[in-house]
């Protein structure tokens, strides 16, 4: 349908050129027919990679170091878990507050707890924890019976 109105013709504007000012001509550059924000400008070349021919003699002598250290160290950790072993006495109780079982390790010659799982706190807790729950069930008031004589 023609209602008889001239088509309305919006105008196109083109984008305003953008000027960048890190844009300069170098000494030997070739001139382009790029606009100024399309062009790119080199990079330095930098310093000169260093090659060093004895590399793979280094590299190895290093892998050898670190695997005599590796050696090394593992029969150091051996030594060590074997005196442990000769020193500590390990044993499984059972906590009588609590009725947990717990992991001691003591010391031979001083008979000194050294480490102990679960720790002397968290059994104190369980421990009071168990008592508060049992002073609740003696105070709770026992349901009301009811008697019918006929």
Request: hydrophobic share 35%; net charge negative.
């Given at each position: ?89 390990r044993k499984l109780i059972i906590d009588p507050q609590t009725r947990a079982i717990v ?48």
């Open positions: 349908m023609d209602f008889g109105n001239a088509p309305r013709l919006a105008a196109v504007t083109a984008a305003s050129p953008v000027s960048r000012s890190d844009v300069t001509a170098h000494a030997g550059s070739v001139a382009v027919d790029l606009p100024p924000e399309k062009t790119v400008q080199s990079a330095s070349a930098g310093s000169a990679v260093n090659v060093e021919v004895r590399a793979e003699t280094r590299d190895a002598q290093s892998r050898a170091d670190g695997e005599r250290r590796a050696r090394a160290n593992a029969q150091n950790n051996r030594e060590a878990v074997r005196t442990t072993d000769e020193t500590v006495e992991l001691q390790k003591k010391d031979l010659q001083t008979g000194e707890t050294i480490s102990q799982l679960p720790d002397e706190t968290l059994l104190k807790l369980r421990a009071y924890s168990r008592e508060l729950s049992e002073r609740a069930r003696e105070t709770e008031e026992p349901p009301h019976q009811i008697e019918r004589t006929a």
